[in-house]
T-cell receptor, first 109, second 118 residues
Framework: QKEVEQNSGPLSVPEGAIASLNCTYSDRGSQSFFWYRQYSGKSPELIMFIYSNGDKEDGRFTAQLNKASQYVSLLIRDSQPSDSATYLCAVRGWGKLQFGAGTQVVVTP | DTEVTQTPKHLVMGMTNKKSLKCEQHMGHRAMYWYKQKAKKPPELMFVYSYEKLSINESVPSRFSPECPNSSLLNLHLHALQPEDSALYLC?????????????????FGDGTRLSIL
């Protein structure tokens, strides 16, 4: 079983709609969770991080964490073509991050 | 542009060459990381330096040799690489090493060095 799991996609989202990305993790003791956006050929860019159960909003992005279900999600509201990228979920392990394989999001005009 | 600067952006080298990748940050971060990323795969951790000391080596072959001359600089020395080592090499930094002393500080990545081995 992979430690951090994401659907690889592609997730096709109409422009203006909400994109919903999911991530599950296996280590129940995990404390911090990160979402990175990566455009093709570029480096990962930090979008959100969340430590507490519940929702955290930043602009068009909302991260949701449910530690009991070992589940973290990212919502992108009013999706734009510029949101087309791969989104990496990362979970803090001891001294390092565990990355999921990433979900490719394609926003269609 | 990121606050973690990597040079060079691109590097092509033969299997017998010796080259170095460089990474610099001026955010006062005390943890620095090297990752390797192949196409359509997530970053794979190679090394972690915490307070200028090697903290994690993820069983990386000895043809990759990291060095941390000071708290702002991180090098990766390359020697006798193989074609399968062609990848994007990413440097990252964080305020302190994740998991140490309950640190949750996020990692910030540089733009990477795209390495091609002929």
């Amino acid at each position: 079983q992979k430690e951090v799991e994401q659907n690889s996609g592609p997730l096709s989202v109409p422009e203006g709609a909400i994109a919903s990305l999911n991530c599950t993790y296996s280590d129940r003791g995990s404390q911090s969770f990160f979402w990175y956006r990566q455009y093709s050929g570029k480096s990962p860019e930090l979008i959100m991080f969340i430590y507490s159960n519940g929702d955290k909003e930043d602009g068009r992005f909302t991260a949701q964490l449910n530690k009991a279900s070992q589940y973290v999600s990212l919502l992108i509201r009013d999706s734009q073509p510029s949101d087309s990228a791969t989104y990496l979920c990362a979970v803090r392990g001891w001294g390092k991050l565990q990355f999921g394989a990433g979900t490719q999001v394609v926003v269609t005009p | 542009d990121t606050e973690v600067t990597q040079t060079p952006k691109h590097l092509v080298m033969g299997m017998t060459n010796k080259k170095s990748l460089k990474c610099e940050q001026h955010m006062g971060h005390r943890a620095m990381y090297w990752y390797k990323q192949k196409a359509k795969k997530p970053p794979e951790l190679m090394f972690v330096y915490s307070y200028e000391k090697l903290s994690i080596n993820e069983s990386v072959p000895s043809r990759f040799s990291p060095e941390c001359p000071n708290s702002s600089l991180l090098n990766l020395h390359l020697h006798a690489l193989q074609p399968e080592d062609s990848a994007l090499y990413l440097c990252a930094s964080s305020q302190s090493q994740l998991g140490i002393a309950n640190s949750n500080q996020p990692q910030h990545f540089g733009d990477g060095t795209r390495l091609s081995i002929l």
